[in-house]
């Protein structure tokens, strides 16, 4: 029924019943999920989250997608997770790549899928969109990311490359992976007037909430996202 | 079991497999949902959306939230939707608001859920996020929104105020209810050397896509999304 086909999913932010209604229903069909971890026994939290539903009979396959800046070693894991999808998926059960929130926003997903489009061109692939980091850490902060007219700019980059022009055209930033950048954080948000909200392991065990950035420098979780947002009386000034 | 609460459920972009597992379990849970609509008698595509998980016994609410920039006009609105709520959630057993995608992103919970804060601060409100139209466009058209260190903007206004210093220091921009800017968009893309492709009616019958922004000047579905991207041998420049 899903021979010859490969799903990339997204598994949403953390907590596993934001994966989707479909999400759930492949990784209950397919004969193979694979999760790429950073390093050689490392856990993968996309698996951690896609757990619940998947089936005992169901192959685990955690290829080792590394955190390096090496276009070459990127290009071979790549290439190399790619492989095993396919391979997986002319055994004729359907292989499943699960991913963290949506596959298609600094997901792995798009580099691999394009290698699979290049080794296997005859193998169906399907993505699969997930619930965003970013949209439960609003929920969980009560705030949101942007109404009306109002811009939102998504920055997972160094906050001191953002340049004042871009972001006096944009009254909301959201800042990713933002756990290194507490300090200046809190400076961008005090020079620009913006109120800011910092939270982490959104949906999972530990998830914390600040409004005090500055009481979170030096914390180290990966996944920390700040919500900074132009107050709402300011808003169509600098448009 | 869910006396005095108030959901606020993202039902994602159109294709009812895309509500969370946990958006569908409120629904089957709560006595009501309210559904805003644009005009008395109008039909709620979120209602449509989510319908397949409302159970026969529960109550259909659509109160009307016009589309107007009166301010005093969508002041009252808000605050009869969030009456509405209220009263459903005093009488014991839970309402929920669906919204299109994510409730946090250009919805009027953000607004609703306000105004329930200051007519009835007891009543508890949980927002549950929901995939957004732009990851559902960017997995039909296998495209991603941003991988990487890209920023991504999301703009929802006109085209032409979007000032080039701005686009300049974002590759990737997803223009939102563009159906009305296709030929300053084509021009966009053209003049910034920007790939773009155009969604329509992500995940619903009628469901199109096309790479040929000018083919579609003239036509008006309001859930047309614009994904603009700077080719990849191009990136880095600019930043």
Chains 1, 2 share one sequence.
């Not at 029924?1 to 999400?23: E, F, H, K, Q, W």
């Not at 298609?104 to 580099?111: H, I, K």
């Amino acid at each position: 029924m899903n021979a010859g086909i490969v799903y990339g999913v997204g598994v949403g932010p953390g907590d596993p019943s934001l994966l989707t209604v479909r999400a759930a229903e492949i990784l209950r069909l397919v004969d193979a999920v694979v999760a790429p971890v950073a390093a050689e026994g490392r856990r993968s939290l996309a698996l951690e989250i896609a757990r619940p539903y998947i089936t005992p009979g169901c192959r685990l396959i955690t290829p080792v997608l590394p955190m390096t800046e090496d276009s070459e070693v990127l290009t071979d894991s790549w290439r190399n997770a790619a492989e095993l999808l396919a391979g997986e998926a002319r055994a004729g059960g359907g292989a499943a790549f699960v991913t963290l929130g949506d596959p298609m926003l600094y997901s792995t997903w798009g580099y691999v899928a394009g290698a699979l489009m290049s080794i296997a061109p005859e193998i169906r692939r399907e993505t699969v969109p997930g619930v965003m980091a970013m949209a439960a850490c609003a929920a969980s902060a009560g705030v949101p990311l942007a109404q009306g007219r109002e811009p939102l700019l998504i920055w997972p980059d160094e906050p001191s490359i953002l340049q004042r022009t871009a972001l006096s055209t944009v009254p909301n930033v959201v800042f990713m992976k933002a756990a290194r950048h507490m300090e200046q954080l809190a400076e961008l948000a005090e020079d620009s007037g913006r109120t800011a909200v910092a939270v982490r392991s959104v949906g999972r065990p530990g998830e914390a909430l600040t409004h005090d950035l500055l009481s979170w420098v030096g914390q180290t979780d990966y996944f920390t996202t700040v919500l900074m947002r132009r107050p709402v009386e300011q808003e169509g000034e600098g448009r």
